[in-house]
């Protein structure tokens, strides 16, 4: 005796036909790129699925510092200041001979510089301006103003046989500002316009003279005849600067 199974139909998406149904798509081979005819261009295999990626770069080989001539060797090199041209030494030592005016040492200052003059210039502004005058421009514009201005006398009155430089010129009117930097820092405790101010003012008005007269005189050759020519100029420039901290 037979018995029957009720099997339920079969319905194809595509209108019935078995053939048009989704397929599998059978796997392709991996893109190879074309290699190169010149075996000096490094080549790099993009086997997906495969081994890592191959590659002829080279290795590089960095060797120890300090060892071969053309290795860095940061221990031998010179510090950031000697680079620039900046002596903290010779600055102070300079400085030191400044703060005597008897004993003055002319031949720290044969070797010319600017980094001390524009830190004195730079102090001499910010006395100024805690004391509420702002003089950075007016302070710079006067010593490049009364360098030209010495540099030209000096020369007229040595003639040919003169040799200051207008760079030496500026480095000196700049060192010899500091009597005028050290009154600008005790006026910011004297009452203005008494007695005691222009008292201090007159005595380094004098120090600054003294002590710039004596280095030009002595540093450029031809000026021993015109020394009292050359003080007058000196104490013009530094009277100028005086009355800035004074008014």
Same mark, same amino acid.
């Given at each position: 005796?037979?018995?029957?199974?009720?099997?339920?139909?079969?319905?194809?998406?595509?209108?019935?036909?078995?053939?048009?149904?989704?397929?599998?798509?059978?796997?392709?081979?991996? &893109?190879?790129?074309?290699?190169?005819?010149?075996?000096?261009?490094?080549? %790099?295999?993009?086997?997906?699925?495969?081994?890592?990626?191959? @590659?002829?770069?080279?290795?590089?080989?960095?060797?120890?510092?300090?060892?071969?001539?053309?290795?860095?060797?940061?221990?031998?090199?010179?510090? !950031?200041?000697?680079?620039?041209?900046?002596?903290?030494?010779?600055?102070?030592?300079? @400085?030191?001979?400044?703060?005597?005016? &008897?004993?003055?040492?002319?031949?720290?200052?044969?070797?010319?510089?600017?980094?001390?003059?524009?830190?004195?210039?730079? =102090?001499?502004? !910010? &006395?100024?301006?805690?004391?509420?005058?702002?003089?950075?421009?007016?302070?710079?514009?006067?010593? @490049?103003?009364?360098?030209?201005?010495?540099?030209? /006398?000096?020369?007229?009155?040595?003639?040919?046989?003169?040799?200051?430089?207008?760079?030496?010129?500026?480095?000196?009117?700049?060192? #010899?500002?500091?009597?005028? /930097?050290?009154?600008?820092?005790?006026?910011?405790?004297?009452?203005?316009?008494?007695?005691?101010?222009?008292? %201090?003012?007159?005595?380094? $008005?004098?120090?600054?003279?003294? $002590?710039? @007269?004596?280095?030009?005189?002595?540093? =450029?050759?031809?000026?021993?005849?015109?020394?009292?020519?050359? =003080?007058?100029? #000196?104490?013009?420039?530094?009277? !100028?600067?005086? !009355?800035?901290? /004074?008014?």
């Amino acid at each position: 005796m037979s018995r029957e199974f009720n099997v339920p139909p079969v319905i194809f998406p595509s209108g019935g036909n078995p053939n048009t149904g989704p397929q599998r798509r059978l796997p392709t081979a991996p &893109f190879q790129p074309s290699r190169s005819s010149n075996p000096s261009i490094p080549f %790099m295999s993009f086997d997906i699925g495969s081994s890592p990626a191959s @590659t002829s770069f080279a290795t590089p080989q960095f060797g120890s510092i300090g060892s071969g001539s053309g290795s860095a060797n940061f221990d031998d090199e010179p510090p !950031l200041l000697e680079e620039l041209g900046i002596n903290t030494k010779q600055i102070w030592n300079k @400085t030191a001979s400044i703060l005597n005016p &008897f004993r003055v040492k002319v031949d720290l200052h044969e070797d010319a510089d600017l980094s001390g003059p524009f830190l004195f210039l730079m =102090a001499f502004g !910010l &006395f100024q301006l805690l004391a509420g005058k702002l003089h950075f421009g007016i302070i710079l514009g006067w010593v @490049t103003v009364a360098s030209l201005f010495l540099y030209v /006398v000096f020369n007229m009155l040595a003639g040919r046989n003169g040799n200051l430089d207008l760079y030496r010129c500026l480095s000196l009117i700049g060192y #010899c500002m500091l009597p005028i /930097v050290i009154l600008s820092a005790v006026a910011l405790f004297v009452p203005q316009g008494g007695l005691v101010i222009f008292v %201090m003012m007159g005595i380094f $008005v004098i120090w600054s003279t003294r $002590v710039c @007269t004596r280095l030009l005189v002595e540093l =450029a050759s031809c000026g021993d005849e015109h020394r009292g020519l050359i =003080a007058y100029a #000196c104490f013009l420039i530094y009277m !100028l600067f005086s !009355l800035l901290v /004074v008014f």
